[in-house]
């Protein structure tokens, strides 16, 4: 089991899992090795997964093998292997949504959720939707609905999914919504912003900052203005409050081209939002750290950052 796992760890490693899986009698050990070959594998390994994939739960083959082999798809896809991303890979994969057995169903699920398939044919995308809409394993559910966020065709279908989604009494799976959201610019992911989990609505926040159709300034300023002068705690580990936290996020989200260094033409409309006229007035040594951490993390003036490194008294 140990000499397996430490394989799917060791570069070049491909050709002895291999050689390995096909005469190894333990399938924990096989589990393993099937891992490894989505860590080190290839495009010439693709189609042994897929063969493990295909076939039923038995005696010759666990159920566990199977979820190994359909994550090892998607830690290949994680690594650019090109032939993991291929429209038959996903097709085996969408079918795996019927299986009984959870392990499976998730192993499938992270595989597409890697790979966010893009031009499949429509009635594909249809069944990863409907997959994902009539998934009951919440965490399962969260990862195909990350995966349709970048398809090209079921748009309306889609739809309907997130906002299904951005209802489900999860977390995880209205996170998930939001981020597929972003993917697809959706505008409805500012439904979310209010969500009572804190955890949502700051994913709900950057997703507002990645919808091109959402004015992002007037939606967010309100939000940054809310939290910004808020202190941060004083030791580690302590709670930070909710408000602050959004508006770092906030203006994390703001990451827009040339937003914070214009010319005076669109400050009115940054001020009316709650926002300051600058993002260097957000780098200020009076702002709370977290506060200026977050500006100066998506500051693009060299200047402005020479000085802050050169002179800011916190590293």
Request: proline residues 5%; negative net charge.
């Amino acid at each position: 089991l140990a000499a397996a796992f430490a394989l799917g760890q060791t570069d070049q490693s491909r050709l002895i899992a291999r050689q390995r899986l096909e005469v190894e009698p333990d399938s924990d050990v096989r589990v393993h090795l099937l891992a490894a070959l989505g860590h080190q594998g290839n495009n010439w390994d693709v189609d042994t997964l897929l063969d493990v994939i295909n076939q039923p739960v038995g005696d010759d083959r666990t159920a566990e093998e199977i979820a190994a082999a359909a994550s090892g798809l998607g830690h290949m896809a994680m690594r650019d292997v090109s032939a993991s991303k291929i429209d038959m890979v996903v097709r085996v994969l969408v079918q795996q949504s019927r299986r009984v057995n959870s392990d499976i169903r998730q192993g499938a699920a992270f595989a597409l959720m890697r790979i966010g398939p893009t031009s499949v044919s429509p009635a594909l995308a249809n069944e990863l939707v409907e997959a994902a809409k009539n998934e009951p394993n919440q965490h399962v559910k969260a990862m195909l609905i990350r995966a349709t966020g970048k398809l090209n065709s079921a748009k309306a279908e889609r739809k309907e999914l997130l906002t299904h989604a951005s209802t489900h009494h999860s977390p995880s799976v209205r996170i998930a919504a939001v981020r597929a959201g972003a993917d697809c610019q959706w505008m409805g992911v500012t439904n979310l912003l209010n969500d009572p989990n804190p955890h949502v609505s700051m994913a709900a926040i950057t997703a507002v900052g990645a919808v091109e159709t959402i004015d992002r300034v007037k939606v967010l300023g309100p939000i940054v203005e809310m939290g910004v002068e808020m202190d941060q705690p004083d030791e580690d580990g302590e709670v930070v409050d909710p408000a602050l936290a959004q508006a770092v996020t906030g203006i994390r989200a703001l990451d827009l081209p040339g937003l914070w260094w214009e010319r005076d033409n669109n400050r009115y409309d940054r001020v009316l939002a709650g926002l300051k006229p600058s993002l260097v007035q957000y780098m200020s040594e009076d702002m709370t750290p977290m506060v200026r951490k977050a500006a100066t993390a998506i500051a693009t003036d060299p200047d402005t950052l020479l000085r802050l490194a050169k002179s800011d008294p916190l590293p």
